[in-house]
């Protein structure tokens, strides 16, 4: 083909107008390879800070629910997609102090409710709780009075197995003495009007005695053993003056649960946060310590990022075993129970399964100035905890971790800066360098190259990963005290140009088989997708460009208490690969004989939607939503272009053919037989 043909083809396929070329793609909304700023998105208004997230548009994609500087006032932000920008919606005056918000699905009819924690009137050692109902869109002004409950914040957690949501907490019940109840959710949604939300219950524990919560505590709802049935962690009261303690219930599908283990955690241990932080199928804890914290700047001192790593069987590396071994889990038997597994605190040289990294040595290449942690949000009243953030912010697999580093040096006095910290193998040097990086663990470096709008931030108060505009990529909120630039939230936009593969999911909550049907309504059916599930467990395996099979395990929503700030959804980076998801597996909380399934050959960089069973009889239904990527629109021109080449050749070809058969036929009209003369 002629250069003159290449460009009358490129002409007929590219379309031209009047006033020049006119590109069929629309252009890239961020373009620089790195952390980008992206402002406050529709926030800029706000005086005071995020409270929760959630879907209450049923849309799949992330609203949030801000608090008032004076914490009396809660504001419902829906996202708009094609503005790029969130709009306000809803807004709830509270007559007390609030404290906390869960959304959750309470009613179980599908749609997004607030649980709204609040400081009681008349006493300060007790919680109000009441329920907004969620409506479409949006929520109803007046709530469902809720029994009370101490400071210690409750957790929800499905306690019997039937999937709606329940309490778990302390019930004042004298001046001097609390007991752990259950809030059993006992809604009706075709009869509201004749229902109670909770009944106050005793749960069952067996095996020991459960502890009482601590105030405050970073309890959750995930799996321990291995079984994809969500169990319990609680932090509680210690007799030992500084220190907490810890309880691991097992749920044995019976409506009550077994003490596993327990025992104290490390002397001035900060919130415990849940990942695969070694990507082996296990859930691991990370959490700072800190030797000293300031009252008045919630700083620490002395400050250590700490990894104990969940000592269970790990996945079969044999192909070939069988499933009499027991020393290992194969790939298409993730679920399987280990009642050995351990959390081993011993700070010493032979325990490969407690690290601790200092924070001088992770932030040594960086100012000198550096003091500590932000563990505490002191401008919150009373102050707010604040855990190690997690999250695969690169998607290789393994989860990165986003602490707020406070240094000295700013005008305003000390210095609150996020700074991301990528998850890297333990290597000669790093061992050598901390003296404790065992082989086969994790060491974390800071990134120092295009984060430029996160260093910048000297006023942080809080932050927190989330994927803005379900794109794929996790992005950053940084909550700010407005002392630099006079602006209380800033997203910053992940993009850093990954080569590596995600995949998100969430596990509804089986109120709707599919689409709602409103009881009792002349609304339109709905798809139940905002609902906030605590507990659902997945876990998959996956091969990558080397053939190396990998397995890996992620919670649900694990943790509500203290603006804890998860997303209702799970994101997994799953590494560079070059095939399907070989087996995701996917738990509820069913007290059902299966409950889990196991879905294979899912689709990387999309999001997968499980609907568990409405009752015995249904079955569960999944629904898988691609992402399309920048690079399809390239595909599809390649594959036009390809296509009209190829269609050229062909009737070039075809052509040629048929002059040849004329010329063919023309010979043989001329040609004469010499044998029949």
Not at 116 to 128: C, G, N, R
Not at 138 to 164: C, E, F, H, W, Y
Not at 236 to 255: A, E, F
Request: net charge negative; with cysteine.
């Amino acid at each position: 083909m002629t250069p003159r043909a290449g460009l009358l083809l490129l002409s007929l396929i590219l379309p031209f107008s009047v006033h020049g070329f006119v590109w069929p793609f629309s252009k890239k909304r961020f373009t620089s390879n790195g952390l980008i700023g992206a402002g406050p998105l529709g926030l800029q208004d706000v005086d005071g800070r995020v409270a929760a997230f959630g879907d209450f548009g049923g849309d799949q994609f992330l609203d949030v629910v801000t608090l008032s500087e004076d914490q009396r006032t809660l504001t419902l932000y829906n996202w708009d997609h094609d503005q790029f920008r969130f709009t306000q919606s809803t807004s709830i005056s509270v007559p007390a102090k609030v404290l906390n918000v869960v959304p959750g699905d309470f009613t179980h009819d599908g749609k997004l409710d607030l649980l709204v924690m609040s400081q009681a009137s008349d006493t300060t050692a007790q919680l109000d709780i009441g329920l907004y109902v969620g409506t479409s869109g949006g929520l109803t002004t007046r709530p469902i009075s809720v029994p009370r409950s101490t400071l210690a914040q409750p957790i929800p957690i499905d306690t019997n197995g039937d999937m709606k949501i329940d309490l778990l907490g302390l019930s004042p019940s004298t001046p001097t003495q609390s007991y752990l109840r259950i809030w059993q959710n006992t809604w009706d949604p075709k009869s509201p009007e004749n229902s109670t939300l909770f009944t106050l219950v005793n749960p069952s524990f067996t095996g020991n005695d459960p502890c009482e919560l601590a105030d405050p505590h970073s309890s959750a709802v995930l799996d321990f053993d291995g079984d994809c049935l969500a169990d319990l962690f609680m932090v509680c009261k210690s007799t030992q003056p500084g220190q907490l303690s810890y309880q691991i219930w097992l749920n044995d599908k019976s409506g009550s649960f077994r003490y596993s283990q327990g025992g104290l955690l490390p002397q001035g241990a900060g919130p415990v946060t849940f990942a695969d932080m070694d990507r082996d199928g296990t859930m691991d804890m990370v959490f700072p310590t800190c030797t000293s914290v300031s009252s008045t700047t919630g700083v620490g001192t002395d400050c250590y990022i700490n990894i104990v790593y969940n000592k269970q069987k790990p996945l079969c590396s044999n192909a070939a075993a069988t499933l009499s071994n027991r020393n290992c889990r194969l790939p298409e038997n993730l679920c399987s129970a280990d009642p050995s597994f351990t959390f081993d605190f011993t700070d010493s040289a032979d325990n490969d399964g407690y690290v601790r990294f200092p924070l001088s040595d992770l932030m040594q290449n960086l100012d000198t100035d550096r003091i500590g942690l932000l563990i505490y949000d002191t401008t919150y009243n009373p102050p707010l905890p604040l855990g190690i953030k997690v999250g695969d912010a690169d998607l290789d697999g393994f989860p990165d971790i986003l602490p707020i580093i406070a240094h000295n040096g700013n005008v305003y006095g000390i210095s609150t800066t996020p700074w991301l910290l990528h998850s890297v193998p333990c290597n000669d040097g790093a061992r050598k360098k901390l003296g404790k990086c065992p082989q086969g663990r994790r060491y974390f470096e800071p990134v120092t190259k295009s984060v430029g709008p996160l260093e910048e931030i000297t006023d942080a108060r809080s932050v927190t990963f989330l994927d803005m505009d379900e794109d794929g990529t996790l992005d950053i909120l940084v909550q700010r005290t407005g002392k630099q630039a006079n602006q209380k939230i800033t997203f910053i936009q992940n993009n850093f140009f990954h080569d590596a593969f995600f995949l998100k999911a969430i596990v509804l909550n089986g109120a709707c088989n599919g689409l709602c049907v409103p009881y009792n309504s002349s609304e339109p059916r709905y798809h139940p997708f905002g609902v906030s599930y605590s507990g659902a467990t997945y876990k998959y395996t996956v091969i990558d460009t080397t053939g190396r099979r990998t397995a890996a395990q992620v919670a649900q929503l694990p943790q509500t208490s203290y603006h804890s700030l998860q997303t209702p959804y799970s994101f997994f980076g799953l590494g560079r690969t070059n095939n399907y998801i070989e087996n995701l597996f996917v738990g509820s909380t069913r007290h059902s004989a299966e409950h889990f399934i196991n879905m294979e050959g899912v689709i990387p960089n999309s999001r997968v939607v499980i609907m568990p069973p409405a009752t015995d009889e249904s079955s569960w239904k999944r629904e898988l939503y691609l992402r399309p990527g920048e690079w399809i629109p390239w595909v599809t021109l390649t594959i036009v272009i390809a296509t009209v080449i190829l269609g050229i050749v062909v009737f070039v070809l075809h052509l040629n053919e048929k002059r040849e058969d004329e010329l063919e036929r023309r010979r043989a009209l001329h040609h004469i037989n010499f044998d029949a003369l």
